[in-house]
């Protein structure tokens, strides 16, 4: 799939010397990024390891899907990625292996998710994040549920469902799908729950109840193609899932935002939770009626905000409605599965309120106007604090960060996207960027460039403000990834407030291309940089 605006140009190796670069601290190293690894059945123990399916990767092309039929692999949504049965995933990999295609290869892991009546649109939950009377657009809106089979004849989202061709789930089967939906856009009918967006049109992925990476991959991937404006996951995976990175980038890429429950796991020692941690995925923890973070409620430092997850109203399908006394289609439920809604329903409701702005620039008008709820400033327990609808809607719009997602090599050098990125600069007259990097969220940009042969030249970051320190590095074009350290050929770290630069030749006949990266280093926490870059040839000797 292309990102919106499309890719062209292929990634072509590099030679180059380094003339200029900083002694650099051992700390100061680019964070981790998203890596792709190989691991087959037997490689690890425990729950991993005995998934009944595995997820493998590879370059696509003909000779790849042809492998693919022979092994019975199934495809997905993300190009040349499949699901196949444990038992041949390690001849499939091998075979893939054997013709030089093999990327990735992993255990298709299976989800955790942990699961109210309330007609007053401005009550608990609904009423904590939005302001009485403040009224919201016509329900134009789209919100993306990737969630067991959302019940349509319930009369609070009766009208108002679509289900996607295709999915698993074909019926009712569970009631998690129907929360989620009710919580982000039950209608205000005088029945039951009104949702954040009342009436907001609901794409529902649908799947089993037992979700699978795979399944959440395809989920994001076909939500993305519908272009919604946000996507619930309620869902999380206790160990990542290199495919449904890949899905994320995708969906950021063509406009659409992930928003994921951060999980339910804080007296378990609050692991981390994906999708909830990935890049450009808006997780959200939960908060109680007094506005004290929840007792279960994951605190890591993937959090980006808060909103209710206690008690929180939610429809039932009423075949389902046998826990609570009455059947009556509606319930009360707890855990950031309700959270994470209650904020897709407020990012649909921004971004229609508010259609100049991109789905990064809803994320920022989230985290930058939530109610602080604890410690100045963020915090693990609940980021930036509690979705505050109205301060969304009226603040200054923030600027859009260019060129994401570029969080690593892969979405840059046609790997994940279709093409490889155009270079941002080819050796002629100077390029200035400002962009912005996250230590939460965005902690790395990755810059194609292409360099002319017999070429001398500059890369300068310059923070936007003293407490700023972005850090500054270049790597040759053969690299593959960020680990690949030994592509490294230029790197500067000078410290908070200070400009950086580097100095790189390319001695060759030929162009080549390399890629400039800024990155926030590892003891720089929860802050996020604005930066310039400035490209820019000097005289070649």
């Known amino acids: 799939m292309t990102r919106t605006g499309g890719r062209r140009t292929a990634a072509l190796a590099a030679a180059v010397v380094a003339a200029v670069f900083a002694a650099v601290p051992a700390d100061a190293a680019i964070p981790a990024a998203p890596e792709p690894t190989v691991t087959l059945p037997g490689d690890v123990t425990g729950a991993a390891n005995a998934s009944r399916t595995w997820i493998v990767g590879a370059r696509p092309g003909a000779g ?65 994040v939005v302001a009485p009377g403040l009224a ?71 799947v089993t109840p037992d979700l699978r990476c795979s399944d959440s991959v395809n989920g994001i991937v076909a939500l993305a193609r519908e272009r919604v404006a946000v996507i619930v996951t309620s869902y999380g995976f206790t160990r990542p899932c290199y495919a449904e990175y890949q899905a994320i980038a995708v969906a950021y890429g063509v406009g659409s935002l992930v928003v994921a429950a951060a999980g339910n796991e804080f007296q378990q020692g609050n692991p981390v939770s994906w999708p909830a941690a990935w890049p450009h995925v808006v997780s959200v923890a939960s908060t109680g009626p007094g506005g004290a973070s929840s007792f279960f409620s994951s605190a890591n430092a993937s959090i980006d905000v808060a909103a209710p997850g206690e008690s929180v109203p939610l429809a039932i399908p009423l075949a389902l409605d046998v826990q609570d006394g009455a059947q009556d289609g509606v319930t009360v439920g707890t855990g950031t599965s309700f959270s994470a809604p209650i904020v897709a329903g407020a990012v649909a409701w ?91 969220e965005d902690p790395i940009d990755v810059y194609r460039v292409r360099i002319p042969a017999r070429t001398r030249w500059q890369a300068v970051l310059r923070p936007r ?15 593959k990834s960020l680990s690949q350290a030994r592509h490294s050929v230029a790197r500067s770290v000078r410290g908070r407030g200070r400009t950086d630069a580097v100095t790189v030749v390319n001695r060759r006949r030929s162009a080549r291309t390399m890629y400039v990266i800024v990155y926030v280093p590892r003891d720089e926490r929860y802050h996020a940089t604005g930066y310039s870059l400035r490209l820019l040839r000097r005289a070649y000797r």
Not at 100 to 105: D, E, K, Q, S
Not at 118 to 128: E, I, T
Not at 179 to 194: E, K
């Open 64 to 128: 790849t899907a042809a492998i693919a039929r022979r092994h019975g692999a199934t495809a997905l949504g993300v190009d040349g990625a499949y699901v196949i049965a444990r038992d041949r995933a390690r001849t499939f990999a091998q075979a893939l292996r054997r013709t030089g295609v093999l990327t990735h290869a992993e255990p298709d892991v299976a989800a955790t998710r942990t699961s109210a009546w309330d007609s007053d649109p401005f009550g608990w939950a609904r009423g904590a």
């Open 136 to 206: 919201p657009p016509p329900p134009t809106g789209r919100i993306g549920v990737v969630d067991t089979f959302v019940d349509a004849s319930h009369p609070d989202l009766a009208g108002q469902v679509v289900h996607l061709p295709g999915s698993p789930g074909t019926v009712v089967v569970h009631p998690h799908g129907t929360m989620v939906a009710s919580a982000a856009a039950g209608a205000f009918n005088g029945f039951g729950v009104t949702g954040v967006y009342p009436g907001a049109q609901i794409v529902n992925y649908a």
């Open 350 to 440: 921004l971004r229609t309120a508010r259609p100049e702005i991109t789905n990064g620039q809803a994320a920022d008008l989230l985290r930058r106007t939530a109610i602080d709820l604890g410690p100045e400033g963020w915090d693990r327990n609940n980021g930036y604090g509690l979705v505050n609808m109205q301060g969304a809607l009226t603040a200054a719009v923030p600027p859009i960060d260019p060129l994401e997602p570029n969080d690593s090599i892969a979405e840059v050098d046609g790997t994940i996207f279709e093409g490889a990125d155009p270079p941002i600069w080819s050796g002629r007259g100077r390029r200035v960027l400002r962009a912005e990097v996250d230590s939460v």
């Open 465 to 479: 403000s003293r407490r700023g320190d972005p850090d500054l590095e270049v790597y040759r074009g053969a690299a």
